[in-house]
């Protein structure tokens, strides 16, 4: 296990520099530059920019800038903002609970649907349900957010008023932000139904981002499902005499779920960055709408920290469910190592 670990930790590092690499190199290819922006309206003279392209090392040649970035990262300093003149992880952690809770809620509905719409799909297998559901998931697989976000404003905001358009909670409620997410800050307040404003708030951004994930687990689930009950182990639990629904339960389920969490934990990068439309259409006071209005200001250095620090995440969570994986499947350990 300890070698498999190794390995799995090997991989990161190399995952590492290529991100570091890759955005550094995309940040520079942006039109504009950083001194422009930090002048904004009132311009500068040339002798200043020399100044402040020396201050913030942009006269040197890219791959000594390279190197002073990757030694700031590895000391926990992503850069500073060019707009607001704050830390860039700063700003990251004030707004990473918003995204948070958010992904969080996306991802227990698309577990919650998806799990039981493949399982069910596999057992009845041919029939109109079965159809149905991958009819379905292919749909929202393919289905643009934008264009799914709106349509559901459309419907269940402005045409059936049920819920609100936009915000985390409503703009006559004043919530203190202790822990940043939303639900628990509304409990703890004392006023009256902010937890239910903030609910509302929080459903219909959660059913737009949980729509591909939801999709994904409910074929993979069905695709294993289908595997797994066709395994000679399966057809000697019925031959014992056990019901259809316990064999499913107790035999099939649990080896078919192997793959699945790979796949859920995969989809938690599709979640962080469908999170970047999903807020812009919701004016979630999230990452992804912190990182897409960097990209408008041309904040050069919100948008390399910020993309830098979702991607670490992201390794780190993919690192976890390969671990897990392992150690539930010693197969695919010992294979893999």
Known sequence: MLVFLFRRLMLVIPTF??????????????????????????????ARRAE???????????????????KNVLQGDFGKSL?????????????????????????????????PLGVIAAVRRGSVFDHSVMTVSLAGYSMPIFWWGLLLIILFSVTLGWTPVSGRIAATMWIDENTGFMLIDSLLSDEEGAFISALSHLILPSVVLATIPMAVIARMTRSSMLEVLGEDYIRTARAKGLSRWKVIAKHALRNALIPVITVIGLQVGILLSGAILTESIFAWPGVGRWLLESIHRRDYQVVQGGILIVAMIIIAINLLVDVMYGIVNPRIRHARG
């Open 52 to 70: 402040l392209e020396a201050q913030l090392g942009l006269d040197q040649p890219l791959p000594v800038q390279y190197l002073h970035y990757i």
């Open 83 to 115: 707009v607001t003149r704050e830390p860039v992880l700063s700003e990251f952690f004030t707004l990473f609970p918003a995204t948070m809770e958010l992904a969080f809620c996306a991802s227990i509905i698309a577990i919650l649907i998806g799990l």
């Open 17 to 46: 520099f290529g991100i570091t690499l890759l955005t550094f190199s995309l940040i520079h290819m942006i039109p504009g530059d950083p001194i422009t922006v930090m002048a904004g309206e009132r311009g500068v003279t040339d």
